[in-house]
């Protein structure tokens, strides 16, 4: 059977990585193996069609074309991507009428069967909803105004290959998120940093994982871990009203100070405004820089490796 994993788009290499799967679209991934609750992704269904559309109508014309199976009660979720003349709710409410005339019962709160039709431009996907809602996390309870998706701060970690053994450092844990995501693949010791670290704590109190939390400031990391003996992964902060650029400024330089100092190999660095760090980069190669889209919003993922042993 075929599966359809839906990602961010930007994240679709991880994703692949993680699902031993393919992209066939922008943030779709196609896929073979039993789903599981994979950790990049944040809906699963099984793949029943997949056409190219020009109006609604169409696809209510392929879909009964379909011998799905409704279990006692039905309800239909439709995902739809791009410029279009109709709405999500009118694609649900065509097949939703459609499935009613065939006798069956919509059940919008216990429904044994969920038909999920995802439209990505001209392109349509229509499935049985295998898993929901992975990119929640129940341990984001207190969150900072500026917090992180959790597939993000878990790709952050897949792409510097954190593994067994590896310290990892976020100077700038915020609520907790990357260090969390971190600590939960149990593979070494985990180091969050930040002026206030209550949120962090609680998380991770919520989450069951051991974090070494520290409200010290960025120029005390040299201190903290030997020369070239750490990871860094962290989600910096950029200029915004909050944030004035001299400000930001002097964080990049004490940073990147840091970083040249207590990093071994690898680091990741998300950042809403990349191009003001990259001008801080100085001993370390951007190997690779992932755009994410997640709404309105735009995040980078600069993958570093470090260059240049600093003395």
């Not at 961010?8 to 609750?37: C, H, M, W, Y």
């Not at 609604?56 to 791009?82: A, P, T, Y």
């Not at 295998?130 to 929640?136: C, F, G, H, I, Y």
């Not at 660095?269 to 919003?297: A, C």
Request: net charge positive; glycine share 4%.
């Amino acid at each position: 059977m075929s599966y359809i994993a839906v990602c961010l788009k930007g994240l679709e290499e991880v994703a692949e990585n993680e699902t031993k799967g393919k992209k066939i679209i922008d943030g779709r991934i196609k896929f073979s193996q039993k789903p599981k609750n994979f950790k990049s992704i944040s809906t699963i269904y099984s793949l029943k069609k997949q056409f190219k559309f020009k109006k609604q109508e169409d696809i209510l014309k392929e879909f009964k074309k379909l011998k799905l199976k409704v279990k006692k009660s039905f309800k239909v979720n439709c995902n739809r991507e791009g410029k279009h003349k109709f709405k999500s709710v009118d694609v649900e409410k065509l097949i939703g009428i459609y499935l009613q005339k065939q006798n069956h019962k919509l059940d919008f709160k216990n429904p044994g069967t969920v038909i999920y039709v995802d439209i990505i431009n001209n392109e349509c996907l229509i499935g049985l909803l295998e898993k929901d809602s992975l990119q929640k996390r129940n341990y984001r309870i207190k969150l900072n105004p500026e917090t992180l998706n959790p597939c993000i701060a878990f790709a952050a970690l897949k792409l510097i290959n954190y593994k067994k053994n590896d310290i990892l450092v976020d100077p700038f844990c915020r609520d907790g998120i990357l260090v969390i995501e971190a600590a939960l693949l149990k593979n070494g010791k985990v180091y969050g940093f930040d002026r206030s670290i209550r949120h962090s704590r609680i998380n991770s109190k919520i989450a069951k994982v051991k974090i070494e939390l520290s409200q010290d400031e960025l120029d005390w990391l040299d201190t903290k871990f030997k020369k070239s003996s750490v990871k860094v992964a962290t989600f910096i902060p950029c200029v915004s009203k909050n944030n004035k650029e001299t400000d930001i400024r002097r964080i990049y330089s004490e940073l990147m100070h840091q970083m040249d100092f207590i990093t071994k190999d690898y680091a990741s660095i998300i950042v809403k405004k990349p191009d003001l760090i990259k001008s801080y980069i100085h001993n370390f190669n951007i190997e690779r820089e992932l755009i994410i889209t997640k709404g309105d919003d735009t995040y980078s993922i600069l993958i570093l490796k470090k260059s240049i042993k600093t003395k």
